[in-house]
């Protein structure tokens, strides 16, 4: 049986020259960057350079650069870390803003500063798109709110925010935003200038580097509290000894992404497109979740396409698919084997038992249009056959 895998918004392969590019620093080139000796400096000069070439596809400083374990770890720097170094410099700073919709790795560092730092904490709703609405945004951040964070594009849904505005709101007030920008890489451009955020999450897993590596832009000047004492690595905000091969493997990766991106995301759209079409005419009962892409197709990433069932149960449909070959997801890889329904479709407005039927498809630029047709026909088959066990 050929095996489709339709699940890249959880994880994508390492690719060839990333790896090809990471194996030196995991041989002959072993050394520790803090080391000042020659293989040290040999170690130190691959960081540098992998430095470089995530700070040229940002279009910010070096500096500005902080590499980490991965994207939940540039999160809960960039939400708890901003949030408590603007409370250092000003006790008022006690107030932070998110959205509804974020990933566990914000919400969650979001509900730590208010469980234990006292912080009050704001979790902005969300139109049935999953839009965050600017002007809501404007309402919500007031003197007293150290950092807002909402992300760039939604994981379950594909969602794609309007992040300029809704960085400009809070901006005007003088406040830092945040970015999760993990699932957008690859598909969006991420021009830290052009977003005029303050801070912004990768990990490299999602865009062929490899899984245990991440980075946190941090516009210059932006408080930070580093949350991991030791050695002050990363200019003292991330302390630990540097993953050179792994800096090195998601720069090659996102340079990569980088350059293939216009011709990618055309390809991706395409398919996602004509994956939505067919399952929407396939399945009378299929609802789609987020926004369409054939009315606005700038308004969701380029190869997400989700959906409803409602009357038959997700987990099954998943594991229906998977005996056709077809690997695809409920939702979050973050939350797999969570009974509770998608906190993303409920904060759209989705009932409870219509969120647990989710079922996400997230396509590779490998996967060609006659396989999307195939994708479409399982659907069908196994949506019909749990509907008629359950009738």
Not at 244 to 273: K, Y
Not at 308 to 331: H, K, Q, Y
Request: charged share 20%.
């Amino acid at each position: 049986m050929t095996v489709l895998y339709l699940d890249s918004a959880a994880t994508t392969p390492v690719r060839r020259e990333v790896l090809e590019a990471m194996w030196p620093y995991l041989t002959q080139e072993f050394g520790n960057a803090s080391s000042h000796h020659e293989v040290g400096r040999r170690a130190l000069a691959g960081l540098d350079q992998a430095r470089g070439t995530v700070a040229q596809v940002l279009n910010c400083r070096p500096a500005e650069v902080v590499f980490t374990s991965g994207g939940t770890e540039a999160d809960n720097l960039a939400v708890k870390g901003i949030a408590l170094g603007r409370r250092d410099r000003d006790p008022a700073c006690t107030h932070v803003v998110t959205s509804a919709v974020e990933h566990s790795a914000v919400l969650d560092s979001a509900r730590d500063l208010a469980r234990w730092d006292g912080f009050d904490v704001t979790e902005l709703g969300v139109s049935a798109e999953g839009f965050v609405d600017p002007a809501s945004l404007e309402g919500t951040v007031r003197r007293s709110t150290a950092v807002v964070s909402v992300m760039h594009a939604n994981n379950e849904t594909g969602t794609v925010q309007a992040i300029a505005d809704l960085a400009a709101a809070a901006r005007a007030r003088d406040v830092p935003f945040h970015t999760d920008a993990v699932q957008a890489a690859g598909s969006l451009e991420l021009d830290v200038q052009a977003l005029d955020v303050a801070a912004l999450s990768l990990a490299g897993h999602k865009i062929g580097g490899p899984k245990g590596v991440g980075v946190l832009f941090l516009r210059r000047g932006t408080p930070l509290r580093p949350l991991l004492s030791g050695g002050g690595h990363e200019r003292g905000r991330r302390s630990g000894t540097s993953n050179v091969a792994g800096a090195v493997g998601l720069a090659t990766a996102l340079r990569l992404a980088a350059e293939e991106r216009p011709d990618r995301a055309a390809r991706l759209a395409a398919l996602r497109d004509r994956l939505i079409t067919g399952i929407l005419s396939a399945v009378p009962s299929a609802v789609l979740t987020g926004p369409d892409p054939r009315e606005r197709p700038a308004a969701r990433l380029p190869g997400n396409a989700s959906f409803c069932f409602p009357g038959v149960n997700g987990e099954t449909v998943l594991v229906d698919l998977e005996a056709r070959g077809l690997l695809v997801s409920s939702g979050s890889a973050c939350s797999a084997g969570d009974t509770e329904p998608s906190h993303v479709l409920t904060a759209m407005g989705y009932p409870p038992e219509v969120a647990t039927t989710a079922v996400r498809f997230t396509l590779s630029a490998e996967v060609t249009p006659e396989q999307v047709d195939g994708i479409v026909t399982a659907a069908r088959d196994v949506v019909e056959r749990l509907g008629a066990a359950r009738g």
